[in-house]
């Protein structure tokens, strides 16, 4: 309590140099076990509490679920409201969920050779009808309705569930064509033109114009600075999450999960924006 009270005085009689640093590594999900989202929002939500001026986000993700990328963009809007800048820095690969949760900042810095793009929304299951026939596995299913095995692995899906997915995927891919165009105030139509599920560098990002500037993390914190009128170098205050030992104990059991649901755990092939059925 006392350090908290003599660091608020600090910063009232000299000038307050502080930029916060709240990064977002990894698969954006929000799993009890792996709340990843979670604690992004909640880094933000004390940058807010700590009365810093000006955030950084870096983002270094291939994508992850709907929900969990649209509640970092929702958090960071917020802290927006309360007049506090934020400027976004795209490290290795900013894709899919990534971008949702970019273009949510004032300011949009890349690397050249960025990963990003993406722009889409996929949902997925195995067919393995064929393998339970041949170890002699058969199914009954008792349901309340037609569609609540829509994703059933047991069965191919019907005209009638293909249809009702797609108006789904088409309706969430509509919101994150929207949100793109909107916070980046361009025409949707130019939007889609990119906006199909191809990923891209940051340099050709930046001539479709979802970045800004090509620059590093050090440039995105000497805008974020600048913003905040902070003359010489910024106090950067890292702020992000860290990971408990249990997910570092169970990466691997993650990693497990999502290939189940056809996300790669890895940088080598970049998963689009998920929809995942449960």
Known sequence: MFKKSLNKLKYTLFEDRRVALVKIEGIIIDMINFPMATRVIEAIEEVKKKEIKTMVLRINSPGGTVGASQEIFNAVKRI???GIKVVVSMGD???SGGVYTAVAGDKIYSNPGTITGSIGVII???????LYQKIGVD????KSGPYKDILSNIRYLTDEEKKLLQDMIDDTYNQFLTTVAENRKLDVEKVRDFADGRIFTGQQAKEFGLV???????DAVDEAAKLAEITGKPDLIDMSP???LWQKFANSSLAEVLENFGVSSS???IPLWLMIGI
């Open 80 to 82: 927006q409201k309360e």
């Open 93 to 95: 690969v900013a894709a």
């Open 124 to 130: 997925k299951t195995s067919v393995i009808k064929d």
């Open 139 to 142: 199914h009954q299913i008792i």
């Open 212 to 218: 800004d500037e090509i620059g590093s993390l050090a």
């Open 242 to 244: 860290k990971k408990s």
């Open 267 to 269: 940088y080598s092939g």
